[in-house]
């Protein structure tokens, strides 16, 4: 049974069993030998026990798990002997002696690089993971901000938040790739930043030389190191694009809860109309719902793709993680309480009818116009959709084109008009009421009848699908001439028994049974009708001889010849005289 003792490494503390803690402690004190007489031996010393306490925080699980020699001994063999080093000034300049260590290459890790900043160190430590000068990614972040109007700065203040900062030696060697043992920490603290990288190349340029020297003894072992390292790109671009994603998202949804105008900051044209048709909740109560009920998960998705690009990522905390999984839940609820509001809102339909009768006989005509009201619109055009406009009083008005206009026959003696107006509502009397105050207008001057080419409905009734439909009904033998601007209104309407025909405007039109007649419309004629009084000419050349056809009322003509018959085929061509 051996006894546990507490460790303090690198400001960490560890549990650690007897025999563990006394290899560990011949370790250390063979590793201060051999640096006894380096330049920058505490530093050196001090940046190789932070290195063992990070191996050993990737060991345990748990901060009451005691280590043992087995993990000790695992550490050694990553970070090496320190007899397996040639550490004397002139050895140290010449070729580099190869170690017996274990250890591998973990891939680069990001890291804020503050000894070369400008502002945060995140585009030089970019630079070292992506591997390109770090000019280039502060020249990529201005143009990225200069395009998104500057959003791109968030993205540049999360990664300051959340992208740790390379500050012991193990970091910056990590941040350019390299191996983290005693050998290479001791030789960037003698060496400094500014020739490492150098330095560093050839030294790898040497171990794959070596490396391959060996032959295919290390095949296998170069083949498993070529699939780690296409998955480990794999993971690395899969990281990149969900910071992307979730990163542009999050922008759009920042850029759309203002310009939306939920905080009156910015003021959208659109909010009124979306306002017209929301029911369910104010406006600005479903912008931030949807904003953080997008936004929460786009933001875990940034952050997942940090983790996979930052080893050493700083955490949220669980609180912050339960605090934004509770507004998450929240947001979803509430929407979907919202949408259920909305949905419910249209569930019925109201109709409201106005019937009277026109003085049209069946020996009248009557002359048809739709008519526009300057103060909204200079023309009349049929449209589903909606506008917001302000009426005479500046009181402000829903206003619609959604206007049918459906032409029926009838065997009374007088004409008749049916305007019927319908909208939607929670329950039928609110839809009813809705499609009561519809206004729609209608005149009949003289034998000529003008119907509005739009409706009206004050603004608090809200957009709720209003339309109107008109449904004239012409006695049998009356005649009907309708104005151009009509033909938008009844174009698609032949289902509801609508006699009146796309192209039939401004033509008088004569109400027969369940039908009209036009009289004064052109005879179609029929398109295989010869026609005499045009000639047809023709030039073609067969055997060698060019002909030239003509034909036209006089008769047929071959090179000014007249001929009877002419005759095409697989052996040539045959003109004769006689018939």
Not at 261 to 286: C, R
Not at 302 to 324: D, E, H, N, Q, Y
Request: with cysteine; aromatic share 10%.
């Amino acid at each position: 049974m051996n006894k546990t003792v507490n460790i303090n490494l690198a400001g960490i503390f560890f549990h650690i069993d007897e025999d563990a803690y006394a290899k560990l402690q011949h370790y250390l004190d063979t590793i201060k030998r051999a640096f006894t007489d380096s330049q920058g031996r505490d530093e050196i010393i001090s940046d190789i026990e932070a290195r063992i306490a990070e191996l050993f925080s990737e060991k345990i699980k748990d901060t009451r798990q005691v280590i043992s020699i087995k993990e000790v001994e695992e550490v050694i063999a990553i970070m090496g002997q320190p007899e397996d080093y040639m550490v004397d000034e002139e050895i140290f300049e010449d070729e580099p002696v190869h170690t017996k260590s274990t250890s591998k290459t973990t891939g680069k890790q990001l890291f804020r690089d503050t000894e070369n900043a400008y502002v945060g160190g995140v585009s030089s430590g970019l630079g070292h993971y992506l591997g390109i000068e770090a000019i280039w990614v502060r020249i990529l972040w201005i143009l990225l901000t200069i395009g998104s109007s500057g959003a791109f700065v968030l993205i540049y203040l999360a990664l300051w938040i959340f992208v740790p900062e390379a500050k012991t030696t193990a970091d910056k060697l990590a941040m350019r790739g390299e191996e983290v043992t005693i050998s290479n920490i001791e030789k960037k603290i003698r060496e400094g930043f500014d020739n490492v990288t150098g330095k560093m190349k050839d030294v790898d340029y040497e171990k794959y030389g070596n490396q391959a020297r060996k032959g295919a003894g290390s095949a296998a072992t170069a083949l498993g190191d070529i699939i780690r390292f296409i998955i480990n790109v794999f993971v690395k671009f899969v990281g990149v694009l969900l910071l992307l994603v979730a990163g542009s998202t999050l922008i759009g949804l920042f850029i759309g809860l203002f310009s939306m105008g939920t905080f009156g900051i910015i003021e959208a044209p659109w909010s009124d109309y979306i306002e017209m048709a929301n029911s369910g909740a104010p406006l600005w109560v479903i912008s931030i719902l949807a904003f953080f009920a997008v936004g929460i998960p786009f933001f875990f998705l940034f952050i997942l793709g940090l983790k996979i690009l930052v080893r050493k990522l700083k955490s949220i905390g669980t609180t912050a993680k339960m605090v934004l999984l509770g507004v998450w839940l929240l947001s979803v609820i509430g929407l979907s309480i919202i949408g259920i509001q909305q949905a419910t809102n249209r569930a019925f339909d109201g109709e409201a009818v106005i019937t009277e009768s026109l003085p049209v006989s069946p020996q009248d005509t009557l002359y048809l116009e739709m008519r526009n009201n300057p103060l909204y619109s200079s023309s009349v055009y049929h449209t589903n959709d909606f506008k917001i406009k302000y009426d005479e009083n500046d009181n402000k008005v829903l206003y619609g084109n959604d206007i049918d206009l459906i032409v029926k026959s009838t065997k009374d003696s007088v004409a008749k008009i049916v305007v019927s107006k319908t909208a939607e509502g929670k329950d039928y009397k609110e839809a009813r009421e809705r499609a009561e105050n519809i206004n729609f207008g209608m005149a009949m001057e003289g034998n000529r009848l003008f119907l509005d080419g739009y409706y009206t409905s004050p603004a608090s009734f809200k957009y709720r699908d209003q339309e109107v439909e008109v449904t004239l009904y012409l006695p049998e033998g009356s005649t009907l001439f309708t104005d151009r601007n009509t033909s938008s209104f009844h174009r698609y309407l032949g289902y509801h028994g609508n006699i009146f025909r796309d192209g039939q405007e401004e033509k008088f039109l004569k109400i027969i049974e369940d039908g009209t007649s036009c009289p004064d419309c052109p005879v179609e004629e029929d398109e295989d009708e010869w026609e005499t009084e045009e000639e047809f000419n023709a030039r073609f050349e067969s055997d060698g001889e060019e002909y030239n056809i003509r034909i036209n009322e006089e008769g047929v003509k071959v090179n000014n010849k007249d001929v009877k018959v002419i005759k095409f085929d697989r052996n040539g061509v045959e003109i004769s005289d006689e018939l």
